[in-house]
């Protein structure tokens, strides 16, 4: 699955970026400034940045030095500043492309599927299997024995991130982060959308088997099928 953290201190981009990336299967992080963009790489493990040059803590040109040195992810500036020479420098500090501001959301995930592509990362899959449930992330449809179950918006966004890493360690961070158009989400908040979700896709919610708690750490979501559309972890 390709992840991406997006580098942006508007607000407004950042939702509208991870809200149009998720829409098409990718894995998705914000953050606001350089500094937490450094201080998430290693929590993210993204397989692509993309960076704006007008951040508040960190001239964008030195938040990219500093992310080269720290990683070789691929970087796709991007910003307000249209001149040559801003492209040339981006260009030569090691980004991979340069998208001006504002820009044309499908041309820009052209690019990032370009980029995808290069690097050999394929597309998330749209379809997960998973205890006596068919999850379709595309269409968000849960269904078990042919008949449908309800989730809200708030919750598929919850099972959307969880579904696209199956078997794997999703922390409260990486949830809060997909909530953050819904406003500012708390742990408590988190708990109380899970325990919803539970409720709607468990067979026993007390004792949960497919959504498992991490303690202190996040959740899992437990496959207990191997589907051709996904690759499950043992």
Do not use: C
Not at 51 to 61: N, T, V, Y
Not at 208 to 233: D, H, K, Q
């Amino acid at each position: 699955m390709t992840s991406i953290l997006v580098v942006d201190d508007d607000p407004a981009i950042r939702r509208t970026l991870a809200v149009a990336l998720r829409a098409r299967g990718f894995d998705v992080h914000t953050v606001a400034t350089g500094r937490d963009a450094l201080q998430s790489l290693d929590d993210v493990a993204a397989d692509l940045v993309l960076l704006d040059l007008g951040l508040p803590d960190l001239d964008g040109l030195t938040a990219l030095k500093r992310l080269r040195s720290h990683t070789q992810v691929p970087v796709i500036v991007l910003s307000g500043r249209s001149g040559s020479k801003d492209k040339i420098d981006a260009l030569d500090q090691g980004a991979e492309d340069f998208v001006t501001k504002p820009f044309d959301i499908e041309e820009l995930i052209a690019r990032v599927r370009a980029s995808s592509r290069r690097r050999g990362h394929d597309e998330p899959p749209l379809t997960v299997h998973a205890g006596g449930l068919t999850l379709d992330l595309g269409s968000q449809r849960a269904t078990r024995a042919e008949s449908e179950v309800q989730l809200t918006q708030t919750e598929w966004r919850i099972v959307d991130v969880l579904a696209r890493r199956p078997g794997r360690l999703v922390r409260h961070s990486q949830l809060l982060t997909s909530l953050e158009e819904t406003g500012q989400p708390t742990i408590h908040d988190l708990r109380t959308h899970i325990a919803s979700i539970r409720r709607k896709l468990e067979v026993d919610p007390t004792r949960p088997r497919l959504v498992v708690t991490e303690p202190g750490t996040g959740y899992r979501l437990i496959s207990e099928s191997r589907s051709a559309n996904v690759g499950l972890e043992p």
